[in-house]
Nanobody, 121 residues
């Protein structure tokens, strides 16, 4: 069974940090592209960051560039999203998705269930 499971969300103060995890089963994360997305209440889903297969090339949306970092741990079959300097507008449900290649990462073949990130003072 192919599955992605996100974790690491929670409540954090503005300026704080969180690290999200996306653990894959049924496939290895080194062989696919992985993306992180978020959706806030009343808003459309937003693509945040992507990592390509094998070579670990990374890409970031302007809204998170310089604050978020995506990485892959092959031994744990996990992709992370390190989020620094979080602000209230970062509050959303965060999802990871997997696609065969980076070219199709905006339409992932598989999604995780999401993890809630709330930034509040």
């Amino acid at each position: 069974q192919v599955q992605l499971v996100e974790s690491g969300g929670g409540l954090v103060q503005p300026g704080g940090s969180l690290r999200l995890s996306c653990v894959a089963s049924g496939f290895t994360v080194d062989r696919v592209a992985i993306g992180w997305f978020r959706q806030a209440p009343g808003k459309e889903r937003e693509g945040l960051s992507y990592i390509s297969s094998f070579d670990d090339k990374t890409y970031y949306a302007d809204s998170v560039k310089g604050r978020f970092t995506i990485s892959r741990d092959s031994a744990k079959n996990t992709v992370y999203l390190q989020m620094n300097n979080l602000q209230q507008w970062d509050t959303a449900v965060y999802y990871c998705g997997a696609a065969e290649t980076l070219a199709t990462i905006l339409s992932p073949d598989y999604w995780g269930q999401g993890t809630q990130v709330t930034v509040s003072s």
